[in-house]
């Protein structure tokens, strides 16, 4: 039998959001960012963080800890760095931030938004992702 391996990503935000994440009620219809419509999750502490003090004034952030064989599971656009660049600013052209989605369950590229700190982020577009996000199989908890 293989043993099964764990990353952890982050999502910073409020303590009242926090709370209700924790609970399972990730809801990808909220958010937004650089490459459109989603929730999304960085693979570095510091940087969720630092989102969460500029955004929220808090250093309040939400630890996933999943399986990488699920994860994998999932259908993934994967954007290097110069395509996140070319999508981002073609999202920015149609206004899109809170609308735009790529049909994909995840988009994973890296943060090309903001400042020059490498840190990947996963973003969960659609309902199969949010059930996921939100299921038992998830570990949930606020660092």
């Known amino acids: 039998m293989t043993a099964l391996t764990y990353s952890a990503t982050y999502h910073g935000t409020s303590d009242e959001i ?8 990730v809801d990808i219809s909220v958010g937004g960012g650089e490459l459109g419509q989603g929730f999304y999750l960085g693979d570095r502490l510091h ?3 630092a989102w969460a003090m500029q955004k929220f004034g808090t250093e309040t952030v939400v630890e996933f800890s999943m399986a990488d064989k ?4 999932f259908e993934i656009e994967a954007l290097n760095r110069l395509q ?4 981002r600013g073609f999202i920015k052209s149609l206004s899109a931030q809170r609308s735009f989605t790529f049909g994909k369950d995840i ?4 943060i090309v938004g903001g400042p020059d700190v490498y840190c ?3 973003k ?3 309902r199969k992702g949010q059930d996921y996000l939100n299921g038992d199989i998830v ?3 606020v660092r």
């Open 139 to 141: 570990l949930r908890r």
């Open 120 to 122: 990947d982020q996963h």
């Open 84 to 87: 996140a660049i070319e999508r």
């Open 18 to 25: 926090a709370q209700e994440i924790v609970q399972g009620n």
């Open 70 to 73: 699920n994860f994998l599971e």
């Open 47 to 49: 940087v969720a963080k």
């Open 124 to 126: 969960w577009e659609n």
């Open 107 to 110: 988009v994973w590229s890296p």
